[in-house]
């Protein structure tokens, strides 16, 4: 036993953790110099001490040795020595337990000083925190509050302000905490003189230690000093490489920000910048969409308040004109004709107001499609019929190609009668008298492909490129360019797409594409 307490003792001194032997009763009856440092006690105010009042919390001290003495060891435990100064120091304590020849039971104990250990595990825990708290919200307030809250934790300030630069100003976009009322939040300062310009230039953070003891330096030093900060650390933020602003901390105390951490306060900064800058944007895109959405309204407003205006008058008219034209229908003549043509007139404005209208839908974006499974035969032939009648006044030669059988398309059958009626009445508008009209349709690869070719004058390629914009008044036609458009847009909002080839003096095609239906979609009508 004695060559073992021996083997302890060289043990003891050579390694360079504190050490210490308690016996049975509790009391320390041998330390290491190590101890002594950690302590802040001599040896001979150690020796005869009980182990357990060393510790900040006795309590708990207890229960490990008890703990050692039943289970012959504990491994790993955590408490804190209270020196003799009144320092707190984090240790972890293991210790292994010796009986000798009477039964006594005595231990030898260990301690490693965690302080740093455990200061470094807190602050990766609360970077970790911090990174998730930047990327948790878009609201700048709540990200900012959380922000300075948890970085507490791993820097001591008093102030925390995020400012901008815009052009040659800074504006502070948020300070914690709130009710600071100096600075003034929103309020713009110059840039010229400041220790943001300074960061900005060089593009990394600058401390200022003790505004009491050193020079001043920038524009704001003598502020800060008067508002009872002694230090503080400007950090840049960062978008796209750039410099947009900085991250400033400051403390009542001096020398409250060293280099050990200002990597970890410009990491943490780089982040919160592209926070700032994303919340910005989405912040700038919101307020502009949500403009976008007033004018929208604004314009809908307005076109439906304009179009109603304008066809209420038709409506006496339209009557009047029924009522009249019934009236001299069977005297015929002159009056007749002219009745007749006050009503021709009404129904062609009519028809563009119709197309007005459903053109400034398609440009606010509220012209609505319901596709759904449609045998497309039905549609075609029946505007076939529908239009024979306008070929027939004209002398015009129609003819109508079909493969069969045809697939079914996925389409909305309103909105496609609407745009072959379009493409039909155009048609026979621009061929003369005699000419010829043709639709075909077949079905392409996963598409239908509907075609009305016409012998008219032809289209340049030039005015090709025009042809759907609204709008856009063409010369040799005095069509408003309303229909194409509305077609275009009823086409696109299918699926489909329309295209126009032609040449002048060889006549015009003009085609369109409907998805095809799958068969799953079909089968499930």
Known sequence: MENGKELTKILAAAIPLPIYTVNSAGIIIDGNNALVELTGYSLEELLGKRAHTIFLNEAAARSIEKETVEKGYVKGKELTVLTKDGEKILVSISAHARTDESGNVSYVAALMDITEHKKMKEQLQTISNLTRIITSSTNLNEVIESFAHELRKVSDFDRLSILTIEADKLCLLAVYPRQDTVPEVGKPYPLEGSVTAWVKANKKAHIRSDFATTARQFTTDEAYLKNGFRSAICLPLFAHGEVFGSLNLACSKPDAFDERYRGVLEQLAAQLGGAIENIRLYQLEKVQRQKLEQEINVRANFLRTLIHELSTPL?????????????????????????????????????????????????????????????????????????????????????????????????????????????????????????????????????????????????????????????????????????????????????????????????????????LASEEVVSSQ
């Open 315 to 515: 409506t006496p008219l339209l009557s009047s004109g029924q009522l009249l034209a019934e009236q001299l229908e069977p005297k015929g003549g002159v009056e007749f004709q002219l009745v007749k043509n006050i009503l021709d007139g009404v129904h062609i404005l009519n028809g563009h107001l119709n197309e007005l209208l459903e053109l400034a839908k398609g440009e606010i974006e509220i012209l609505k499609v319901n596709p759904e499974p449609l045998e497309p035969v039905e549609v075609i032939q029946g505007l076939a019929s529908q239009c024979s009648a306008m070929f027939a006044a004209k002398r015009q030669e129609f003819h109508l190609e079909m493969e069969s059988p045809l697939p079914n398309i996925l389409a909305d059958k309103e909105r496609t009668g609407q745009i072959l009626l379009n493409l039909l009445t155009n048609a026979t508008k621009f061929t003369p008298e005699g000419g010829e009209v043709t639709l075909r349709a077949k079905a392409e690869e996963n598409a239908l492909v509907i075609q009305v070719e016409d012998s008219g004058p032809g289209i340049s390629a030039e005015k090709q490129a025009i042809l759907s914009q609204p709008y856009l008044y063409l010369n040799s036609f005095s069509a408003l360019g309303l229909g194409l458009a509305v077609s275009k847009r009823l086409v696109e909002l299918q699926g489909g797409r329309i295209w126009a080839e032609s040449q002048p003096g060889k006549g015009s095609t003009f085609s369109f594409s409907l998805p």
